[in-house]
């Protein structure tokens, strides 16, 4: 069978929270930093799982809310934070907000299971504040997995039982070009000590450093350049 994004975060939501993503654990420091959240502030936070960078942003006092395509991982977004707005939505369609609504939009690691960046990176552009930001995570364009080797195997593999979309730099720079956002920040992310205990002692070694994640803060001009 081909592999299917929305079967497979069906199939990992249960234990998504205690067999957590790789990625957003490698990340997770620079990419709230990043977006830096604040009180007041509204956020989405589009591509939101188990609602993890959504609870941080509520924390910090931003009026904040969590959108995934995936019931189960929203259910237990809901279960640990009643208290959030979360809706279910496939970013591949228009969103269900007027213009100008958000000053920021995150979007950690939801980029690669989506085809076409253009119309997608065109609703964020449509929904932000003239002068808000888009800050989103993705596998690293140059990522090198030759000496990848896990502690133990993990029962899910996302890359085999998902489509990912190994997108380019040049992609995202035409993405950028066509929606209308400036490149505010980016941040490369090497492999780090946060996942040095899901990999084995030699394989740490070896990636160490090496680029995995990157991170786009982007600018939605107040006035729209050429
Ligand atoms: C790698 S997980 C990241 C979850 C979350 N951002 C986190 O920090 O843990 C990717 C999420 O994107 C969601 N997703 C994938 N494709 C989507 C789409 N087309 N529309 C909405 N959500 C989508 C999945 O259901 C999943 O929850």
């Known amino acids: 069978m081909s592999p299917n994004t929305l079967l497979a975060y069906k199939k990992w939501a249960k234990d998504y929270d205690t067999h957590p993503n ?3 654990l490698v990340e997770h420091q620079d990419f709230v930093k990043l977006t830096d959240p604040q009180k007041n502030e509204k956020i989405l936070d589009a591509g939101c799982g188990t609602g993890k960078y959504t609870e941080e942003f509520y924390r910090a006092g931003s009026d904040v809310i969590g959108i995934d395509f995936c ?3 929203l259910e237990i977004a809901k279960r640990k934070n009643p208290q959030i707005e979360f809706l279910k939505h496939n970013i591949n369609r228009g969103f269900p907000f007027k213009a100008s609504r ?3 939009i995150t979007c950690g690691q939801t980029l690669k299971h989506i085809r076409s960046l253009n119309p997608v990176l065109a609703e964020f552009y449509r ?3 003239p002068g808000g930001k888009l800050i989103f995570s993705v596998t690293h364009p140059e990522i090198n997995f030759e000496g990848f080797e896990m502690k133990y195997r993990p029962n899910f593999f996302l890359a085999e039982e998902s489509k990912i979309y190994h997108h380019k730099f040049t992609d995202y720079f035409n993405a950028f070009d066509y ?3 400036l ?3 980016i941040k490369q992310v090497p492999v ?3 996942i040095k205990h899901l990999l084995t002692d030699r394989s740490y070694r070896i990636l160490k450093g090496r680029y995995e994640v990157i991170i786009f803060r982007l600018l939605k001009p107040k006035l ?3």
């Open 102 to 104: 958000f000053d920021k």
């Open 22 to 24: 790789p990625h957003i």
């Open 127 to 129: 929904i932000l504040k």
């Open 179 to 181: 929606s209308g956002f």
């Open 183 to 185: 490149i505010d920040r």
């Open 192 to 194: 780090n000590r946060t």
């Open 224 to 226: 729209r350049s050429l």
């Open 71 to 73: 019931p189960e991982m």
